[in-house]
């Protein structure tokens, strides 16, 4: 029995190890707080940030573009919320003008510092997607280095 405990301890611990972003349902992840929100509804609306990027949010799409040109734009398949604030929108890709192959595949917008007026919003840095969902929200995450530069935006 003793050696038994000891195995399960030792798996848990190699687990917890190699795998910290498996748990996404709140349980022992201290990062992600959610499954699955509805889209605050301080999030929706038309953002724009300093740069002049364009944001529209809303619970079934998001677009991104510049000058009214979208560079890609996905319908929201799923809304995750995360400990410090912010959260993460999955959007699976129907346009996609840098990398037109990831079309149909799973993408991640994480946004942080919302107000009434302002967010600071960022993709993925790497904006090929992947093919499953699940893939997406296990690799997306913000500890895995994927959003290293924000958009900070004013709502119009």
């Not at 959610?34 to 949010?57: K, N, R």
Request: proline share 4%; charged share 15%.
């Amino acid at each position: 029995m003793r050696k038994i405990s000891l195995l399960f301890l030792t798996v848990c611990l190699a687990g917890a190890f190699f795998f910290p972003g498996c748990d996404t349902d709140g349980g022992t992840n201290p990062a992600l707080v959610s499954d699955s929100v509805p889209m605050p509804p301080a999030l929706t609306g038309t953002w724009v940030s300093t740069w002049g990027e364009e944001f529209e949010i809303n619970a079934a799409t998001f677009t991104s573009g510049y000058a009214g040109t979208p560079s890609y734009s996905g319908s929201v398949v799923n809304v995750r919320l995360d400990a410090f604030g912010g959260g993460y929108i999955t959007i699976r890709y129907t346009e996609n003008a840098t990398f037109p192959g990831a079309v149909g595949k799973y993408y991640v917008i994480h946004w942080k510092n919302l107000t009434g007026s302002s967010v600071d919003i960022s993709g993925s840095s790497d904006g090929n997607g992947r093919a499953a969902q699940w893939e997406a929200e296990y690799e997306y995450v913000s500890w895995n280095g994927y959003f290293s530069y924000y958009s900070s935006c004013t709502k119009s």
